[in-house]
């Protein structure tokens, strides 16, 4: 009955036309890696090495979050496992930097290591959400470097994106409700403190940016600019000039169906630049009645990753940016 209830509310919600038509010129949507990056957790959206056959992403539930590792193999990702600098803490959004030399991810964990190891169950103290460093090496990767103040401005800061001068454009959460996308610039070797975009001051639920590598445009989500709909959906904004342009809404096939939109956040770029990869709790169309067939080939794809948690898809960004 509750499961009902919700469904007609959504249908209420978005019935106009305007809203269920699909436009076929909008890129189409394809799921990324079922049952192996999407599979029946939630998982965010990946980052490439250079080559493009090696990808970490997260992997998470509500107390907790991990990052995997998974290698191109004949042409299939293989089997996540824990990346070598991850499983301590809770860790998630791994970006790589466009140059492949090093990676940085959000970790909730002391900002100075500490002098002794609590006890399961035992508070811990100084625990805070902040972006972390750890480098490439001939023998794997560094131990994780916690970046200077000057980009962890508070403690609750999520989602990086790292252009190929080094800026890094963050997610900021507060003060209050506030959500907005900032940037620490690199200069002569230094990060300057990050300040907000001109187009993200707080009100609009800004989160998640992905940065080309020449800072050209950027892709984040936004849970506050479309109006009547708080559910996270992405936006494009170009650079013009000096200066950003304004953000337009990214639109793709079956984007809205008629039971509401979906929750799309987590972008990030593939190393072609134009192949957009996305965490959205999108699921399948299912269609009554069916067949005891046809419930049997659902089954299996709810088991595999369809069951509304969040899996990756992709899109095609081309005549976009």
Same mark, same amino acid.
């Given at each position: 009955?509750?499961?009902l209830f919700?469904?007609?509310?959504?249908?209420?919600?978005?019935?106009?036309?305007?809203?269920?038509?699909?436009?076929?010129?909008l890129?189409?949507?394809q799921?990324?890696?079922?049952?192996?990056?999407?599979?029946?957790a939630?998982?965010?959206?990946?980052t490439f090495?250079?080559?493009?056959?090696t990808?970490?992403?997260?992997?998470?539930?509500?107390?907790?979050?991990?990052?995997l590792?998974?290698h191109?193999?004949n042409?299939?990702?293989?089997?996540?496992?824990?990346a070598?600098?991850?499983?301590?803490?809770p860790?998630?959004?791994?970006?790589?930097?466009?140059?492949?030399?090093?990676?940085?991810?959000?970790?909730?964990?002391p900002?100075?290591?500490?002098?002794?190891?609590?006890?399961?169950?035992?508070?811990i103290p100084?625990l805070?959400?902040?972006?972390?460093? $750890?480098? #490439?090496?001939p /023998?794997?990767? =560094?131990?994780? !470097?916690? &970046?200077?103040?000057?980009?962890n401005?508070?403690? *609750?800061i999520?989602?990086?994106?790292?252009?190929?001068n080094?800026?890094?454009?963050?997610? $900021?959460? #507060?003060?209050? /409700?506030?959500? =907005?996308?900032? !940037?620490? &610039?690199?200069r002569?070797?230094?990060?300057?403190? *990050?300040?907000?975009l001109?187009?993200?001051?707080?009100s609009?639920?800004?989160?998640d940016?992905?940065?080309?590598?020449?800072?050209s445009?950027?892709?984040?989500?936004?849970g506050?600019?479309?109006?009547?709909?708080?559910?996270?959906r992405?936006?494009?904004?170009?650079?013009?000039g000096d200066?950003?342009?304004?953000?337009?809404m990214?639109?793709?096939q079956?984007?809205?169906?008629?039971?509401?939109?979906?929750?799309?956040?987590?972008?990030t770029?593939g190393r072609d630049?134009?192949?957009?990869y996305f965490?959205s709790?999108?699921?399948?169309?299912?269609?009554?009645?069916?067949?005891?067939?046809?419930a049997?080939?659902?089954?299996?794809?709810?088991?595999s990753w369809?069951?509304s948690?969040?899996?990756v898809?992709?899109?095609?960004l081309?005549?976009?940016?």
């Amino acid at each position: 009955m509750i499961v009902l209830f919700r469904m007609a509310c959504v249908l209420a919600l978005f019935a106009p036309a305007t809203m269920l038509a699909q436009n076929t010129s909008l890129p189409a949507v394809q799921l990324f890696a079922p049952g192996v990056v999407s599979g029946p957790a939630n998982d965010g959206s990946p980052t490439f090495s250079t080559n493009g056959k090696t990808l970490f992403f997260t992997r998470y539930a509500a107390h907790w979050s991990v990052i995997l590792e998974s290698h191109l193999v004949n042409g299939e990702w293989t089997e996540p496992v824990i990346a070598p600098f991850s499983g301590q803490w809770p860790d998630s959004s791994p970006t790589w930097s466009p140059d492949g030399k090093y990676i940085v991810f959000v970790s909730t964990r002391p900002k100075t290591p500490l002098k002794e190891m609590p006890k399961p169950g035992e508070p811990i103290p100084g625990l805070v959400s902040n972006l972390w460093r $750890v480098d #490439g090496t001939p /023998a794997g990767w =560094s131990e994780p !470097v916690r &970046l200077p103040d000057e980009v962890n401005i508070s403690g *609750a800061i999520f989602k990086p994106s790292i252009a190929a001068n080094g800026d890094v454009f963050i997610t $900021v959460i #507060g003060p209050g /409700a506030a959500k =907005s996308i900032y !940037v620490s &610039l690199l200069r002569n070797g230094s990060y300057q403190r *990050a300040t907000p975009l001109p187009f993200s001051e707080g009100s609009k639920l800004d989160v998640d940016p992905q940065v080309a590598p020449d800072e050209s445009f950027l892709v984040f989500s936004s849970g506050g600019r479309v109006e009547g709909d708080s559910h996270e959906r992405l936006f494009l904004v170009k650079r013009e000039g000096d200066h950003w342009g304004a953000p337009t809404m990214i639109r793709y096939q079956n984007d809205v169906t008629k039971y509401g939109a979906s929750t799309n956040n987590e972008p990030t770029l593939g190393r072609d630049g134009v192949t957009l990869y996305f965490s959205s709790d999108r699921t399948e169309a299912t269609h009554f009645p069916r067949t005891h067939e046809q419930a049997e080939e659902d089954l299996k794809r709810l088991n595999s990753w369809d069951n509304s948690n969040s899996n990756v898809w992709t899109i095609s960004l081309k005549g976009l940016v």
